[in-house]
């Protein structure tokens, strides 16, 4: 699943292109017309949820074009999952979603004991059911890869050391890794309540993931994308909405579990879990505007 540093800047420069091209045209040409996509913001103000179909377009394109590439079909495929089934998740429950019955986990929790199905339980299943398809494809590249992981995949292991152990528990593997990518799929959703707020936690997670030698597919077309959405998203013309969030949060989430093992997968999932849970009784934004670190890169960028 290894990109070498050329390759992983050719394609998040491939992202930036098509989201750019995305979103030229969406916004030229919304389908079912402007007002059906758009929403207002915390301050009042009108902004386009076409910033999340330009995402997934551009993600999956991305992918589609590595796969056109004949290299290994894998990653891209991997890619394709994280974007396709949480976007499509994501756009249901914002075209049709009604926001005033039920609202966060708790609610469409509280709202499916009462025999309710929301769209917003729809999407938790989604999430769910991706993020084990995606995982389960991440168990088939390391199960046909027996390379060292800490050496590019063109490179064989080295004389004497040994290869990884696929892991031994197909279901373990599956559980633990498909929940690290719900999750941030739907962390990054919890983080999209400000402007540029959500692409730029996944630009630093991208960039981050992106400087180790274990680079992957989908956090390039994180990176390429996310950069060429956030100048609007950051001035409050466009939002990622669910349908963005969701596929941002879950392709950061693919490439950090196709970049850890399993100690750093149970540390992202407590984490992910910890902040998931916080999120129903403290405000992000009221700690975010607290603290003067996070305040300041929350803030930078906005017009």
């Given amino acids: 699943?290894?990109?070498?540093?050329?390759?992983?800047?050719?394609?998040?420069?491939?992202?930036?292109?098509?989201?750019?091209?995305?979103?030229?045209?969406?916004?030229?040409?919304?389908?079912?017309?402007?007002?059906?996509?758009?929403?207002?913001?915390?301050?009042?103000?009108?902004?386009?949820?076409?910033?999340?179909?330009?995402?997934?377009?551009?993600?999956?394109?991305?992918?589609?074009?590595?796969?056109?590439?004949?290299?290994?079909?894998?990653?891209?495929?991997?890619?394709?999952?994280?974007?396709?089934?949480?976007?499509?998740?994501?756009?249901?429950?914002?075209?049709?979603?009604?926001?005033?019955r039920s609202k966060g986990l708790r609610g469409h929790l509280r709202a499916l004991a009462h025999g309710e199905l929301t769209t917003g339980v729809v999407k938790i299943l989604v999430l769910g059911a991706s993020g084990a398809l995606a995982a389960d494809r991440l168990y088939r590249v390391r199960r046909s890869a027996p390379l060292n992981w800490s050496a590019p995949l063109d490179r064989p292991a080295a004389s004497g050391s040994r290869a990884p152990a696929a892991p031994r528990c197909r279901a373990a593997h599956v559980a633990l890794e498909g929940a690290v990518i719900a999750g941030s799929a739907n962390l990054a959703n919890l983080l999209d309540l400000r402007p540029g707020r959500a692409l730029k936690a996944c630009l630093l997670a991208a960039g981050v993931l992106g400087i180790r030698e274990d680079r992957a597919l989908p956090g390039a077309l994180l990176l390429g994308a996310s950069l060429a959405l956030l100048p609007a998203d950051l001035s409050g013309r466009t939002m990622l909405g669910d349908g963005g969030a969701n596929p941002a949060g879950a392709l950061a989430g693919t490439a950090l579990v196709a970049q850890s093992g399993t100690r750093g997968q149970l540390v992202a999932l407590a984490v992910i879990t910890g902040l998931t849970l916080a999120s129903e009784r403290v405000s992000f934004t009221a700690v975010i505007e607290a603290t003067p670190g996070l305040r300041d890169l929350d803030a930078w960028g906005r017009s």
């Fill in 1 to 100: 699943m290894r990109l070498t540093p050329r390759a992983y800047a050719a394609a998040a420069a491939g992202a930036w292109g098509l989201a750019l091209a995305a979103s030229r045209t969406l916004g030229a040409r919304p389908p079912g017309g402007a007002a059906r996509w758009q929403r207002t913001n915390h301050a009042g103000r009108q902004v386009s949820l076409l910033e999340g179909p330009a995402l997934i377009i551009a993600t999956a394109a991305g992918a589609l074009a590595s796969l056109a590439a004949g290299t290994d079909p894998r990653p891209a495929q991997t890619a394709l999952v994280a974007s396709l089934g949480p976007g499509a998740a994501g756009l249901v429950d914002d075209l049709a979603g009604d926001r005033s």
